[in-house]
């Protein structure tokens, strides 16, 4: 009976550890979503009011410009300030990238922890196993 006893307190153990870990990933998951549902609208905002700045002062220049002889260089300054830019925010996004922390980071860790405590259970029940008994049998 002790055993059976053992067994199922076991199971039990480790179902709710399994129960635990899934509403982890699952609340870490709801997290990156709504997270990545309002950086991706904010980016869009940001682009496309950006993108009408841009226009309209670009044409402020153009416009400022034409009648001189420095319209092309006017226009050629411009251009190479938006690759600048367009560089630039594409660095910052490739960083960005690179050294965020992986999502699930937490569940992984959680996972990582678990299987480390269940490696060393059964290697100190192998050594219990593998010990002479007192008794002698």
Same mark, same amino acid.
């Given at each position: 009976m002790a055993l059976r006893q053992s067994v199922g307190d076991t199971a039990a153990t480790l179902?709710?550890?399994?129960r635990t870990r899934l509403e982890l990933f699952s609340l870490e998951a709801s997290e990156q979503k709504v997270r990545l549902v309002k950086v991706l609208?904010?980016? %869009?905002?940001?682009?496309? %009011?950006?993108?009408?700045?841009?226009?309209v002062f670009s044409i402020a220049?153009? @416009?400022?410009f034409w009648p001189t002889e420095q319209r092309y260089i006017a226009l050629g300054v411009l251009a190479l300030l938006y690759a600048a830019a367009g560089l630039g925010f594409f660095w910052a996004v490739r960083r960005a990238l690179l050294f965020? =922390?992986? =999502? %699930?980071?937490?569940?992984?860790?959680?996972?990582?922890?678990?299987?480390? @405590?269940?490696?060393?259970?059964?290697?100190s029940l192998q050594t219990s196993e593998n010990r002479p008994r007192k008794d002698g049998l």
């Open positions: 179902l709710a550890v399994v609208g904010m980016a %869009f905002a940001a682009l496309l %009011f950006l993108a009408l700045a841009l226009l220049v153009a @416009l400022y965020e =922390p992986m =999502p %699930f980071a937490v569940t992984l860790n959680e996972l990582k922890r678990d299987m480390s @405590l269940i490696e060393r259970l059964g290697d």
